[in-house]
Every structure is written in C-alpha cells, then in structure tokens.
Nanobody
Framework: QVQLVESGGGLVQAGGSLRLSCAAS????????MGWYRQATGKQRELVAT???????NYVDSVKGRFTISRDNAKNTVYLQMNSLKPEDTAVYYC??????????????WGKGTLVTVSS
C-alpha cells in the first residue's frame, strides 16, 4: 500500500504560481501511474492530471498549458507545477495512485490534501 503526503499549497494572487509535491512511500512507486485531483468547496473531486510510470501525461482541459505534472522516481515524489493560476483553481489538491483504462480510477487511500487559494 502506497502512502501519500501532499504539500506546497498556499495563498497566491491570480496569475501566480505554485508547485505542489506528493511524497510517496512504497517500493513500487516507480511503476504506479499517479494522478492529481482537486476538490473545491461544494463540488465533487475532479481529476486534474495524470502521469504514467513511463512519464506519459494527461490533463483536464481547464488546466492544459498552465499545469505540468512530473515525477522523480528516485525521490518517490510527484509534482504539480501550476502557473497562471486563476481563482477557479482554488481547491484542496490531492494525489493518488491511479489505474488508467477507459477511465482513470483512484486506487489508494486519500491523504489530507493541500489547500490552494487563488485570490483575484
């Protein structure tokens, strides 16, 4: 079972940047596809970006060109670089191991997440 701890959130003005980190435990991290999710107040959790063990990435349309997901298998860490932030990006951000088929399915237990607040 992979355990995940998210960090790097904070308060930023619109147009600013943040880099989120997700530290994972577990020897099989490098083989796991990983995903970043977010949940805004009163809304359902949504998938934001995924990265396979081989480094292939995918993004929800609303963040394409602004967010970049990456991973450092030596550090058991996955990152989410967020640029040109908008107030609608405000949410608690979570990472999880995922299985990517016709849909993307989160597999692990959810961590506490990290709060990103974008002011206008």
């Amino acid at each position: 079972q992979v355990q995940l701890v998210e960090s790097g959130g904070g308060l930023v003005q619109a147009g600013g940047s943040l880099r989120l980190s997700c530290a994972a435990s577990g020897r099989i991290f490098s083989r796991n596809a990983m995903g970043w999710y977010r949940q805004a107040t009163g809304k359902q959790r949504e998938l934001v970006a995924t990265i396979t063990g081989g480094g292939r990435t995918n993004y929800v349309d609303s963040v394409k060109g602004r967010f970049t997901i990456s991973r450092d298998n030596a550090k058991n860490t996955v990152y989410l670089q967020m640029n040109s932030l908008k107030p609608e990006d405000t949410a608690v951000y979570y990472c999880n191991t995922v299985v990517i088929t016709m849909v993307t399915i989160p597999m692990g237990d959810w961590g506490k997440g990290t709060l990103v607040t974008v002011s206008s």
